[in-house]
């Protein structure tokens, strides 16, 4: 069936470093492709999204690719920060609307 | 703060024994959704629903079953509770559940079966 496969589960890096998070999936029907943010104990927020008709995304820090011919999509933080540290999610919509979810990447960020 | 209620936050029982979680989507939301996320796991779809009818299943056990109301606000059950029930419990909203458009998440009932 679909799945989204998300690497890597774990990922440390150094405060003022960029991170990058990737997925890929194999159902060449999605469109829509958000990422959740959830720090310890709290309720998965939506952080950016990215629908099929473009390539790139920013939002201040924060960027996702989609590379639709490969399928897979990436998140991009840059210049981390300490409250950048929690678990981070993509997902993909598919053609019932439904999101398929990645397994969730816990970054961490190292002062 | 998404608009997602959802109570209570902490629920400790037995096993054997049988909750309710309750949800009330966003205002102006039609769709609502149930995902389990067991410690350290990813989010697990148990069901949708969008206007008082079941839209979508997941991997939902038997034990549990939900539904929607006519005022919008949904509710979990979950019966003949065992250890392993023991999860983070939250629900989501949407504005059709028919569209690209955001899920947004509530706090959670973390559930403790002992």
């Known amino acids: 069936g679909e799945n989204v496969e998300q690497h890597p589960s774990t990922l440390s890096v150094q405060e003022g470093d960029s991170a990058v998070i990737k997925c890929t999936y194999s159902?060449?029907?999605?469109?829509?492709f958000p990422w959740y943010k959830q720090e310890l104990g709290k309720r998965p927020q939506l952080i950016i999204d990215?629908?099929?008709n473009v390539g790139e995304k920013k939002d201040q820090r924060i960027a996702v690719t989609l590379n639709k011919t490969a399928k897979h999509f990436s998140l991009h933080i840059t210049e981390t920060q300490p409250e950048d540290s929690a678990v981070y999610f993509c997902a993909k919509m598919d053609s019932n609307y439904q999101l398929i979810w990645g397994a969730g990447t816990k970054l961490i960020i190292k002062p | 703060d998404s608009g997602v209620t959802q109570t209570p936050k902490h629920l400790i029982t037995a096993t054997g024994q049988r909750v309710t979680l309750r949800c009330s989507p966003r205002s102006g939301d039609l769709s609502v959704y149930w995902y389990q996320q067991s410690l350290d796991q990813g989010l697990q779809f148990l069901i949708q629903y969008y206007n008082g009818e079941e839209r979508a299943k997941g991997n939902i056990l038997e034990r549990f079953s939900a539904q929607q109301f006519p005022d919008l606000h949904s509710e979990l059950n979950l019966s003949s509770l065992e250890l392993g029930d023991s999860a983070l419990y939250f629900c989501?909203?949407?504005?059709?559940?028919?569209?690209?458009?955001?899920?947004?998440f509530g706090p959670g009932t973390r559930l403790l079966v002992l």
């Open positions: 990215i629908r099929s």
């Open positions: 989501a909203s949407s504005l059709s559940g028919r569209a690209q458009e955001t899920q947004y």
């Open positions: 159902d060449s029907a999605s469109n829509y």
